[in-house]
């Protein structure tokens, strides 16, 4: 049976999904600066895990505490640090990556929230969230379909979580076209 919970396994002792997901972004990007990790992870996994550009530069300083990464650091204009992996960070992301997972992904998603809310609203209310819902997924959709285009020549992994994004986005976009078209039978104030 594979490990399971959040910290089930850790290559480095103390190690947790964050550090993970900014380690494998620097092992996959190469040399590159805290601020272009979060820019990165932003543009191809915002949709299912979200990250503080704060936490990413603490995450950035401690893999290089832990001898994963290494840095230069600019001697001019914005002195920016440059990490890339060391082999031991190489060793680490690949021995993470292979550990299967059964944890689900977990989403926060006020819409879903104001739902279990609905019986202080008015049918009205909820057709109004409803339809701001779809108008947010709609255009989350469409840049999605953008990036999706864009990275056609990308490796397979960012084509594969960008579709996985644009799927669920689609599926939740159905959800709440219906309760637009029809809150049913929620009890109401």
């Given at each position: 049976m594979a490990p399971s919970g959040r910290y089930a396994f850790s290559v480095v002792e103390g190690l947790g999904e964050s550090s993970y997901g900014v380690l494998a972004s620097v092992v996959r990007r190469g040399p590159c600066s805290a601020y272009d990790v979060k820019v990165r992870l932003d543009l191809v996994a915002a949709d299912f895990w979200r990250v503080p550009?704060?936490?990413?530069y603490r995450e950035c300083e401690r893999l290089a505490e832990a001898g994963l990464l290494e840095h230069d650091q600019e001697d001019t204009g914005r002195?920016?640090?440059?990490?890339?992996?060391?082999?031991?960070?190489?060793?680490?992301?690949?021995?993470?990556a292979r550990v299967?997972?059964?944890?689900?992904?977990?989403?926060?998603?006020?819409?879903?929230?104001?739902?279990?809310?609905?019986?202080?609203?008015?049918?009205?209310?909820?057709?109004?969230?409803?339809?701001?819902?779809?108008?947010?997924?709609?255009?989350?959709?469409?840049?999605?379909?953008?990036?999706?285009?864009?990275?056609?020549?990308?490796?397979?992994?960012?084509?594969?979580?960008?579709?996985?994004?644009?799927?669920?986005?689609?599926?939740?976009l159905a959800f709440w076209t219906r309760l637009e078209a029809d809150p049913g039978e929620m009890n109401f104030a």
């Open positions: 550009h704060t936490q990413v002195r920016r640090r440059l990490y890339r992996a060391t082999r031991e960070g190489r060793a680490a992301a690949r021995k993470w299967p997972t059964e944890d689900l992904m977990s989403v926060r998603d006020l819409g879903r929230l104001k739902i279990l809310a609905a019986e202080f609203s008015t049918p009205d209310d909820v057709r109004a969230l409803a339809q701001q819902q779809v108008l947010a997924y709609q255009l989350r959709i469409h840049a999605l379909a953008q990036l999706l285009e864009r990275s056609a020549q990308e490796d397979p992994q960012t084509v594969l979580c960008l579709q996985l994004g644009r799927e669920l986005h689609e599926t939740a």
